[in-house]
């Protein structure tokens, strides 16, 4: 088995900033991209970072210059810095990992969500 847990989310005003950490754990190979994804209520699930392996980074538009994803191979963690959050960044906030178990195959993994709330 694989899980991924999230932690960090909460409520916050805007113009402050959250990190959000997702840390893999159980029966795991390797792990090649991580990343994070977030859902508002109402609107279909988006993409908001990415990073490979090789350090190579994606991000939203929505959210360039103000975010930054990084990770800890040792530890198979991976954690959103969200600085200068706006109340449009409001979501549950999805951690998203392709693992692979046993050296053959990779399957996309999700963690449960933590919320983001952001007030005006």
């Known amino acids: 088995q694989v899980q991924l847990v999230e932690s960090g989310g909460g409520l916050v005003q805007a113009g402050g900033s959250l990190r959000l950490s997702c840390a893999a754990s159980?029966?795991?190979?390797?792990?090649?991209?991580m990343g994070w994804y977030r859902q508002a209520p109402g609107k279909q699930r988006e993409l908001v970072a990415a990073?490979?392996?090789?350090?190579?980074?994606n991000y939203a538009d929505s959210v360039k210059g103000r975010f930054t994803i990084s990770r800890d191979n040792a530890k198979n963690t991976v954690y959103l810095q969200m600085n200068n959050l706006k109340v449009e960044d409001t979501a549950v906030y999805y951690c998203?990992?392709?693992?692979?178990?046993?050296?053959?195959?990779?399957?996309?993994?999700w963690g449960q969500g933590t919320q983001v709330t952001v007030s005006s």
């Open positions: 998203n990992a392709d693992i692979n178990r046993n050296g053959r195959y990779s399957t996309y993994y």
């Open positions: 159980g029966s795991i190979f390797s792990i090649n991209d």
């Open positions: 990073q490979n392996t090789r350090g190579t980074t």
